[in-house]
């Protein structure tokens, strides 16, 4: 996966969640203007905008775009990592 560093950087939904980087969940993929993301503590739906920054989207813009049922499978997985990062469970490499 490409980790890409960016500016400092709060969830735009209001949890708190600081980020300083992006990371595409698909290869050598990075993020570009205008694509999806969740935020990794309260699940909210983003987009990037110019260099990376965050805005606040919403499922029903995702099924605009063709990529609503990807996003719900993002929230999925990103929840069942928190509960076994939250039971002990390290993940596998």
Request: proline share 2%; aromatic share 10%.
């Amino acid at each position: 996966m490409k980790h890409i560093k960016t500016q400092n950087q709060y969830c735009p939904a209001g949890c708190g969640y600081r980020t300083d980087s992006v990371t595409g969940a698909f290869g050598d993929y990075s993020p570009d203007e205008g694509d999806f993301s969740i935020c990794m503590n309260c699940y909210a739906i983003l987009r990037f905008g110019k260099k990376w920054k965050l805005q606040l989207s919403s499922l029903e813009e995702s099924e605009e775009f063709g990529v609503k049922e990807d996003l719900q499978k993002a929230i999925a997985a990103a929840k069942q990592v928190r509960v076994q990062r939250a039971l002990g469970f390290e993940e596998s490499n």
